[in-house]
């Protein structure tokens, strides 16, 4: 992996990772989630074809952070953040798959910045429409309770309490040893971990989008989990109903996130071919 900052607003650097080669592909995450949560291995297939560009959100990994509680940012910070790496790389446009509220950060930059976006992934994602189901009972249970934080100076606790918290997320697709992998780099690299498990989540999104979305140009794939706990899979449904064209991928015992290991092939070659009908 080879890292390098990138100042994209006075004051503010993030971190960015770039790997293999073709038509250039962003990766955006979701809330509390570094550039080390995409797996290497996904990166890796993903970037037989493309040109990946992953990078730490603002309070991830080794990019800036704010006070724990004080995000000294806002939504149309969040997308004018992969605007900047895109001018930095040199790029007058990208494929953009986002994950969670990485979606929610595409579609605004697809909308919004229509000729910046060649096509565009959306995984686990939302129109955030408060119409549509809310979370399960059981995550909801996991939310009202919390889960303890961690001696922050005790290194494997800190692992297995970030390993733990995406357990009732994936459900089906839960992998133990794969999630560890991703906590002990997120462990290491990260700036302020407090802050990184915190304000993402307290970050303003804006105004609502859903009645744009017709006016949404890009080719998009929609792809949700069966099982998704956080946003059920109407949500999924709703965004590839209401964006003209698009097409949804369902993976049936996966949750919320990044699919499963055994649903890779199936999601790269998806990608590849929205991509290639871009052309």
Same mark, same amino acid.
């Given at each position: 992996?080879?890292?390098?900052?990138?100042?994209?607003?006075?004051?503010?650097?993030?971190?960015?990772?770039?790997?293999?080669?073709?038509?250039?592909?962003?990766?955006?995450?979701?809330?509390?989630?570094?550039?080390?949560?995409?797996?290497?291995?996904?990166?890796?297939?993903?970037?037989?074809?493309?040109?990946?560009?992953?990078?730490?959100?603002?309070?991830?990994?080794?990019?800036?952070?704010?006070?724990?509680?004080?995000?000294?940012?806002?939504?149309?910070?969040?997308?004018?953040?992969?605007?900047?790496?895109? #001018?930095?790389?040199?790029?007058?446009? &990208?494929?953009? $798959?986002? !994950?969670? *509220?990485?979606?929610?950060?595409?579609?605004? %930059? /697809?909308?919004?910045?229509?000729?910046?976006?060649?096509?565009?992934?959306?995984?686990?994602?939302?129109?955030?429409?408060?119409?549509?189901?809310?979370?399960?009972?059981?995550?909801?249970?996991?939310?009202?309770?919390?889960?303890?934080?961690?001696?922050?100076?005790?290194?494997?606790?800190?692992?297995?309490?970030?390993?733990?918290?995406?357990?009732?997320?994936?459900?089906?697709?839960?992998?133990?040893?794969?999630?560890?992998?991703?906590?002990?780099?997120?462990?290491?690299?990260?700036?302020?971990?407090?802050?990184?498990?915190?304000?993402?989540?307290?970050?303003?999104?804006?105004?609502?989008?859903? #009645?744009?979305?017709?006016?949404?140009? &890009?080719?998009? $794939?929609? !792809?949700? *989990?069966?099982?998704?706990?956080?946003?059920? %899979? /109407?949500?999924?449904?709703?965004?590839?109903?209401?964006?003209?064209?698009?097409?949804?991928?369902?993976?049936?015992?996966?949750?919320?996130?990044?699919?499963?290991?055994?649903?890779?092939?199936?999601?790269?070659?998806?990608?590849?071919?929205?991509?290639?009908?871009?052309?």
């Amino acid at each position: 992996m080879t890292e390098r900052m990138v100042e994209v607003a006075d004051g503010v650097r993030l971190c960015v990772d770039v790997s293999g080669a073709g038509e250039p592909l962003v990766l955006v995450h979701g809330a509390g989630c570094s550039l080390v949560a995409w797996p290497d291995g996904l990166v890796d297939l993903l970037g037989r074809r493309h040109r990946v560009l992953r990078y730490d959100a603002r309070d991830q990994g080794r990019s800036t952070t704010w006070p724990v509680g004080e995000p000294g940012y806002g939504m149309s910070d969040v997308v004018a953040d992969v605007l900047a790496l895109l #001018d930095d790389e040199g790029v007058p446009s &990208a494929h953009v $798959l986002g !994950v969670s *509220g990485g979606g929610m950060v595409g579609q605004l %930059l /697809a909308l919004d910045h229509p000729a910046r976006v060649a096509t565009l992934t959306l995984v686990s994602s939302t129109p955030g429409s408060a119409d549509l189901p809310g979370m399960s009972d059981d995550l909801r249970t996991f939310f009202d309770g919390g889960a303890d934080e961690p001696d922050w100076a005790d290194r494997e606790a800190v692992v297995t309490y970030l390993t733990e918290l995406e357990r009732p997320f994936q459900r089906g697709g839960f992998d133990e040893a794969l999630q560890r992998v991703i906590a002990v780099r997120t462990e290491r690299r990260s700036n302020d971990l407090r802050a990184a498990t915190t304000n993402p989540f307290l970050v303003d999104p804006g105004p609502p989008w859903r #009645d744009r979305l017709s006016d949404l140009a &890009a080719p998009t $794939l929609v !792809v949700h *989990g069966a099982d998704d706990p956080l946003f059920p %899979l /109407a949500h999924g449904e709703a965004l590839a109903r209401e964006i003209p064209d698009a097409e949804l991928v369902v993976f049936p015992d996966a949750g919320h996130g990044v699919p499963p290991r055994r649903a890779w092939p199936e999601l790269v070659a998806r990608v590849e071919r929205l991509t290639n009908q871009s052309r």
